[in-house]
T-cell receptor
Framework: NAGVMQNPRHLVRRRGQEARLRCSPM?????VYWYRQLPEEGLKFMVY????????ESGMPKERFSAEFPKEGPSILRIQQVVRGDSAAYFC????????????FGPGTRLTVT | AQSVTQLGSHVSVSEGALVLLRCNYS??????LFWYVQYPNQGLQLLLK??????LVKGINGFEAEFKKSETSFHLTKPSAHMSDAAEYFC?????????????FGTGTRLQVTL
């Protein structure tokens, strides 16, 4: 029973390029969350999605960041025109429902912007 | 709004000694609370959770935490530290707005275990 899968695990982008981070939730989970962890900080909520719907994007920066969770395929977090400040670890989590139960985390994608 | 405060960004204990990692929360509704552990360059693994049942919660790897409403605390303990416990530990509170659920994390406590 595979856990939450994220790829790539490490991503290096030059300033101005686009970064695409992928997340496949656990089998049977239809709720996906994205969090960002800046160096020496805790995780900060970015966005919560269900299949084909963005439910809560209150933690997403207003510009350059977008997320989707299509009917088929993984959830994608897209960062356009990356800047050095986007360098961080991005974690995806999934849950079977929208209640307050635990979320299961993937191994993360570590984005480095040069 | 919910929030979590973890006192002590770094804690060092000797192998075999008691581990105590502190977490205080603020919540406008009865909280759901979680402790996660993060090993270097890995994701977060759930240690234990409190969801309004028993106030003393037992988790994996010998860890446990006690929910104390009067103190708004949810401290993590382990009677005897092992070298393999060295990691970063995060306390989190769950926020549910009726349509969305998200975790609010503390800033983490890095646990060092020495011989």
């Amino acid at each position: 029973n595979a856990g939450v899968m994220q790829n790539p695990r490490h991503l290096v982008r030059r300033r101005g390029q686009e970064a695409r981070l992928r997340c496949s939730p656990m089998k049977g989970h239809s709720h996906v969350y994205w969090y960002r962890q800046l160096p020496e900080e805790g995780l900060k909520f970015m966005v919560y999605l269900q299949k084909e719907n963005i439910i809560d994007e209150s933690g997403m920066p207003k510009e350059r960041f977008s997320a989707e969770f299509p009917k088929e395929g993984p959830s994608i977090l897209r960062i356009q025109q990356v800047v050095r400040g986007d360098s961080a670890a991005y974690f995806c989590a999934s849950s079977p429902g929208q209640g307050r139960g635990e979320q299961y985390f993937g191994p993360g994608t570590r984005l480095t912007v040069t | 709004a919910q929030s979590v405060t973890q006192l002590g960004s770094h804690v060092s204990v000797s192998e075999g000694a008691l581990v105590l990692l502190r977490c205080n929360y603020s919540s406008s509704v009865p909280p759901y609370l979680f402790w996660y552990v993060q090993y270097p360059n890995q994701g977060l693994q759930l240690l234990l959770k409190y969801t309004s049942a028993a106030t003393l919660v037992k988790g994996i790897n010998g860890f446990e935490a006690e929910f104390k409403k009067s103190e708004t605390s949810f401290h993590l303990t382990k009677p005897s530290a092992h070298m393999s416990d060295a990691a970063e530990y995060f306390c989190a509170v769950s926020t549910f707005t009726g349509t969305a659920s998200k975790l609010t994390f503390g800033t983490g406590t890095r646990l060092q275990v020495t011989l």
